[in-house]
């Protein structure tokens, strides 16, 4: 069985390599970032997230320990 998780797990880091679909950079800099332009299309939601995740995290806790007693 741990030789099937390494294969799958294998097989799966592979894939992801090879399915990188991001461009080639040609203009070599990255550039700045303008007050009309976000780094990333996540900016927007990182408050949300955030409370979002500490609620997973707290729901999940509350249901595990209720399983383990």
């Known amino acids: 069985m741990k030789t099937l998780n ?4 294998s097989a799966l880091f592979l894939f992801a ?3 990188n679909a991001q461009p080639p ?3 070599g800099g990255s550039g700045g970032v303008g007050p009309g332009s976000p780094a990333s ?3 927007m939601y990182v408050y949300g997230l ?3 995740s500490v609620l997973l995290i707290a729901f999940y806790t509350k249901k ?3 399983q383990k007693v």
Not at 6 to 9: P, S, T
């Open 64 to 66: 595990y320990k209720n």
């Open 25 to 27: 950079n040609p203009g």
């Open 17 to 19: 390599v090879l399915m």
């Open 6 to 9: 390494k294969l799958v797990g």
């Open 50 to 52: 955030v409370i979002i």
């Open 41 to 43: 299309p996540i900016d």
